[in-house]
C-alpha cells in the first residue's frame, strides 16, 4: 500500500471531516484502532468517556444543541451493546445518531467459534434499534453506506443509524472521493391536505396547537403560526422553550387535567411533531388523555400519524413547510384578536395550582438557576426537579430543556449527555440535574468532564436514594426495598477528578455555588425533606 493509499479506517475519518462532522465519542479497543489511523491528522475532536453507553448519551447531548448528528466509534461486542441504552434513548426521543462500530473478520462471522467480542449476529441486534443498521463488507461500498446512514437518519424522523465494518475490512485500501453528502428537500403537505386543514381552522374559533419535539427546529415559524391562529400552544417536555415570553405559551403537560381540559374543550386541536406518547400525555397512566374528534395531525413520519389519536386530518410532512404552505393560504388566519391569550392564562394559574406546594418551589429553583446563568441548557436524569419541570417548566428557548425521564427512560443519562451538550454548543453552559442514585450509573464521566474541560455544572439532588420508587412501592402497598443504594462522598470523587465542588442546604448556597465555582464543578444539595 502505497504512502497516498487511504484504509477503510482512514477514508472513513476523511468522509466524516466532509460530512461536517467535528467531534467523535469513543473509546478505542483492539477491534477499532483502524479507524483512529487517520484521526490524530483530521479537523476532528475525539472524545474518550469512561463507558460507551456515556459515548452514546454524550453524542445524543450534542445533536439536541447542534442539530447536527452525534458520532461514536465504539468496539465490537460489549463496546455495542454498552451503546444500546444510549441508543435505544435516542430513538425514543428522535434524536440523530451515527453509531460506527467493529465487527469481528468477515471469515469469522456467524460460526459461533468463540472469537474476541463475538455475538451470534451484531448487526441484527443493533437492528433492534436503530432505524438502519448495516455491515461494511467491499470499500467499495463506503461511500454509499455512509451518505445512507447520513440520509436515514436526518431526511425523516431522525433516530440513531449503525454501521459495522469488519476488523479485516478496516484494513483494505479505500477512496475517499466516493462520498457525496447527501441533500434532503423538507416534505410538502399535499394541496388537498393544505386547502382541508385551512378550512378546518378557519373554521375554528377555539382552536389549540399541542407541539412536541419535532417542532424544536421551527420555532419561529410555530410562533407565527399561533399567533395567526390565535391560538394557545401546549408544549411537551421536548417542546419547552419555543413560545416562552409569547402570551399564548402553556408550557404545561397534557398529563395535568386543566391542560387536558383546555384540549377537550377547543373545537380544533393540531398536534404538530408530536407522537402523543404517553410519558408526555399520560405521566401518571390513568388513562384519562384524550383528544376531540376535530384534530389535525402533522409529522414526518407516516407511520407515526397511524399510531395513537385519529385525526380527522393526518399530514405527512415536514412541519416547516406546512406552516410555510398553511401561510401562503390566508383565508383561515384571524382578522382580530380571539381569546387564546385569556385561555392560555388561565390554564397557566390553573396548572400551578394542580401541580401543588412542592413541584412548584422545585420549579421556582429550575427559574433560579436560569436566572442565575441565564445562557445555561439544563439537562436533566430522572429526579425530583426533572419531574417538576416536565409537568412545568418555561424554558427560555428551544433545546434549553430535555431529559431522560421522557421516551425510553433511562437512568445515568444526565451527566454525559450534558458533557455533549456543553461541547455541542460551547457558548453555553451545561447543567445536569441529576440524583444521587441515578449519577451512580455514570459517576465516571466527571473525568470526561475534567479531560475536555467541559463547560457544565453537575447537580447533585441527594434524597438518599431511589425516592420516587420508594413512594410509588409505598403508594401500592409494598414494603420499600432495593431504593436505598449507599452514595459515596460525592466533594471527594469530584476532588479526585480535579473538579472543585461544594455542599449546600438551602437554595441561596446553591446558586452562590453555581455562580461562584469554576466549571466543570460538582454541587451536592442535600434535600431538606431527607437530611
Known amino acids: 500500500m502505497t504512502a497516498e493509499t487511504l484504509t477503510v479506517g482512514e477514508a472513513l475519518v476523511n468522509m466524516l471531516e466532509q460530512a461536517g462532522v467535528d467531534t467523535v465519542f469513543g473509546i478505542p479497543g483492539v477491534h477499532t484502532i483502524e479507524l483512529y489511523r487517520g484521526l490524530a491528522a483530521s479537523s476532528i475532536r475525539h472524545i474518550t468517556p469512561r463507558h460507551e453507553q456515556g459515548a452514546g448519551f454524550m453524542a445524543d447531548g450534542y445533536a439536541r444543541v447542534s442539530g447536527r448528528p452525534g458520532v461514536c466509534f465504539v468496539i465490537t461486542g460489549p463496546g455495542l451493546t454498552n451503546t444500546l441504552t444510549a441508543m435505544a434513548q435516542a430513538r425514543a426521543d428522535s434524536i440523530p445518531m451515527l453509531v460506527i462500530s467493529g465487527v469481528n473478520a468477515t471469515s469469522t462471522l456467524g460460526q459461533g467459534r468463540g472469537h474476541l467480542h463475538e455475538l451470534p449476529d451484531q448487526a441484527a441486534l443493533a437492528g433492534t434499534v436503530a432505524l438502519w443498521s448495516h455491515t461494511l463488507t467491499s470499500p467499495a461500498d463506503l461511500g454509499d453506506v455512509l451518505a445512507r446512514a447520513f440520509s436515514v437518519m436526518t431526511s425523516a424522523r431522525p433516530g440513531p443509524v449503525h454501521i459495522e465494518i469488519p476488523t479485516d475490512v478496516m484494513k483494505l485500501p479505500a477512496d475517499a472521493a466516493g462520498f457525496i453528502m447527501p441533500q434532503s428537500q423538507p416534505r410538502h403537505p399535499a394541496d388537498c391536505d393544505i386547502e382541508a386543514a385551512a378550512r378546518l381552522c378557519a373554521d375554528a374559533r377555539t382552536p389549540t396547537i399541542l407541539i412536541g419535539g419535532g417542532a424544536v427546529r421551527h420555532a419561529a415559524a410555530i410562533r407565527r403560526f399561533a399567533e395567526a391562529l390565535d391560538a394557545p400552544v401546549i408544549s411537551t417536555t ?152 416536565n409537568m412545568y417548566v418555561a424554558a427560555p428557548r428551544p433545546a434549553s430543556w430535555f431529559n431522560s425521564a421522557t421516551g425510553f427512560g433511562t437512568l445515568g443519562y444526565a451527566a454525559p449527555a450534558a458533557i455533549g451538550t456543553a461541547l455541542g454548543h460551547p457558548e453555553r453552559p451545561a447543567v445536569a440535574l441529576l440524583g444521587d442514585g441515578g449519577f451512580q450509573f455514570t459517576l465516571a464521566e466527571l473525568g470526561s468532564a475534567r479531560d475536555c474541560d467541559a463547560d457544565v455544572a453537575f447537580l447533585v439532588w441527594n434524597n438518599s436514594g431511589y425516592m420516587e420508587i420508594e413512594t410509588s412501592m409505598t403508594s401500592a402497598c409494598i414494603t420499600p426495598i432495593g431504593v436505598t443504594p449507599s452514595a459515596p462522598n460525592f466533594s471527594a470523587v469530584a476532588a479526585a477528578y480535579g473538579l472543585p465542588s461544594r455542599r449546600v442546604q438551602n437554595r441561596e448556597d446553591l446558586i452562590s455555588a453555581l455562580k461562584d465555582l469554576p466549571r466543570p464543578c460538582l454541587i451536592e444539595y442535600l434535600d431538606p425533606a431527607t437530611s
Request: net charge negative; proline share 5%.
Open 238 to 389: 421536548n417542546a419547552r422553550g419555543i413560545m416562552t415570553g409569547h402570551p399564548l405559551d402553556v408550557p404545561a403537560s397534557p398529563s395535568l387535567a386543566c391542560v387536558r381540559d383546555m384540549l377537550n374543550q377547543s373545537d380544533l386541536v393540531l398536534a404538530l411533531g408530536t407522537e402523543l406518547g404517553p410519558t408526555d400525555c399520560d405521566m401518571y397512566e390513568d388513562g384519562g388523555f384524550t383528544l376531540p374528534a376535530n384534530l389535525i395531525r402533522v409529522d414526518i413520519a407516516e407511520d407515526q400519524l397511524a399510531r395513537g389519536a385519529n385525526a380527522v386530518l393526518a399530514i405527512h410532512a415536514d412541519l416547516g413547510a406546512f406552516i410555510n404552505d398553511m401561510e401562503r393560504t390566508p383565508v383561515w388566519t384571524r382578522s382580530a384578536p380571539g381569546t387564546g391569550a385569556e385561555r392560555a392564562l388561565a390554564t397557566q394559574g390553573q396548572a400551578k395550582e394542580e401541580i401543588g406546594a412542592t413541584y412548584l418551589a422545585h420549579i421556582d429553583l429550575l427559574q433560579e438557576i436560569w436566572q442565575a446563568l441565564p445562557d445555561a441548557t439544563l439537562v436533566g436524569d430522572s429526579t425530583q426537579l426533572v419531574y417538576a419541570g
